[in-house]
């Protein structure tokens, strides 16, 4: 008995009693688990590929099933053999490594239960999953069933505690499967307990502010992150490409003058001519991750700066104001200055 075996006739049979008899009762029937990962693609629907190829086995002259505990799952087996088969495989993608912001608050949680840690089916873990869900969903993440359940929040709190100079005093080693941003933000935030909790709680805020059909387009510009990230970046941004309100502060500021950056004073249109006429790039100056829901954006709220200006007004966790930019600026000029 083998994958070998296996006849494109035989698992199209398959596909026809699962159909008939339903998932939970198929999967049930057979002894078998769903699909996490790979999944066989028939006529626009989707079928659990190891479970279906183990009982196809049986349409082949009679034959037993292949149970579940006799073959491997996976591209390397059963997917190779349904291929060549001539059927399609959806591979759903891997989970996402976890992000700055979702590790700054499963630290901050980890903080709150220092002495015991919340269990799996905690209120606590349940709380945080649900969260991380909500982001991933708004942010448009591709990715299992699994991403960022109670089982690996509850792994991810042990990873933390295994960097716990408190715990490990004790003789302990814990889960050391974490990574270097873990590391990293323990060191960043060890004895500031305040400014982790006031992060933890700007980035809730964030995510609860997302609008799954604004912030799913956009896409997570690198250039513009810095330390800031993940959900609050894009909570950003999402104010910041209104085109109407762009539109109408370049509008306002090219009646009153020219399009110069209110950080260094840089005019596109004095250096580049015609080919930097009437470009700026528009900065949000709030918070927006603070603001009532409902609010609105007024133009006042709008600042102009050249690219250079704003990326730097995006290199914290939350955004620059005009003025730290240009504070910023005149400390480095002052800097190169010669004697």
């Given at each position: ?5 296996l006849t494109r006739d ?5 596909i ?6 339903g ?15 790979y999944?066989l ?10 479970a279906i190829?183990?009982v ?6 009679g034959?037993?099933i292949?149970?579940s505990?006799t073959?491997?799952?996976g591209?390397?087996?059963v997917g190779?053999k349904l291929?060549?088969?001539?059927f399609?495989l959806?591979?759903v ?8 912001d ?12 220092t002495?015991?840690i919340p269990?799996?089916?905690?209120r606590?873990?349940d709380?945080?999953?649900a969260?991380?869900?909500a ?7 591709q990715?299992?069933s699994?991403?960022r359940n109670?089982n ?15 715990y ?8 050391q499967?974490?990574g ?9 935030y060890?004895?500031?307990r305040?400014?982790l ?5 700007d ?10 059909k604004a ?6 510009d690198t250039?513009y992150?810095?330390e800031?990230g993940?959900?609050i ?10 085109s109407?309100l ?14 110069k950056?209110?950080a260094c ?5 004095m250096?580049?001519g015609?080919?930097g006429?009437?470009y ?6 709030k ?5 009532e829901?409902?609010?609105?954006t007024?133009?006042s709220?709008?600042?102009?700066l050249c690219?250079?200006?704003h ?15 240009r504070?910023?600026?005149?400390v ?8």
């Amino acid at each position: 008995m083998a994958l070998g075996d296996l006849t494109r006739d035989a698992v199209i049979a398959a596909i026809s009693e699962y159909d008939v008899a339903g998932r939970q009762s198929f999967l049930a029937k057979y002894g078998f688990a769903d699909s996490k990962r790979y999944w066989l693609v028939w006529n626009g629907k989707h079928y659990p590929s190891k479970a279906i190829a183990g009982v196809a086995h049986r349409f082949i002259d009679g034959r037993p099933i292949l149970g579940s505990a006799t073959f491997t799952g996976g591209e390397a087996s059963v997917g190779k053999k349904l291929r060549q088969l001539g059927f399609d495989l959806y591979i759903v993608p891997p989970n996402p490594d976890w992000s700055r912001d979702e590790l700054i608050l499963a630290l901050d949680l980890y903080f709150e239960n220092t002495q015991v840690i919340p269990g799996k089916e905690s209120r606590a873990v349940d709380d945080l999953s649900a969260l991380l869900n909500a982001m991933h969903q708004a942010m448009g993440t591709q990715a299992g069933s699994t991403i960022r359940n109670a089982n690996g929040v509850y792994l991810k709190l042990m990873n933390i505690r295994s960097l716990d100079p408190a715990y490990l005093a004790q003789g302990k080693v814990g889960m050391q499967s974490g990574g270097k941003i873990e590391k990293a933000l323990w060191a960043e935030y060890v004895g500031r307990r305040e400014q982790l909790a006031k992060d933890a709680a700007d980035i809730r805020t964030a995510i609860t502010s997302l609008d799954v059909k604004a912030i799913g387009t956009i896409d997570a510009d690198t250039a513009y992150e810095g330390e800031e990230g993940g959900v609050i970046i894009r909570l950003h941004k999402r104010y910041e490409r209104d085109s109407r309100l762009i539109a109408e502060k370049r509008m306002a500021a090219k009646a009153s003058g020219s399009l110069k950056c209110e950080a260094c004073d840089f005019d596109f249109a004095m250096v580049y001519g015609a080919l930097g006429s009437d470009y700026i790039e528009v900065h949000h100056t709030k918070p927006v991750h603070l603001m009532e829901p409902g609010s609105k954006t007024r133009l006042s709220d709008l600042a102009l700066l050249c690219a250079n200006c704003h990326r730097m007004a995006h290199r914290k966790r939350v955004p620059l104001t005009v003025d730290e930019v240009r504070r910023a600026l005149a400390v480095a000029r002052k800097l190169v200055v010669q004697p």
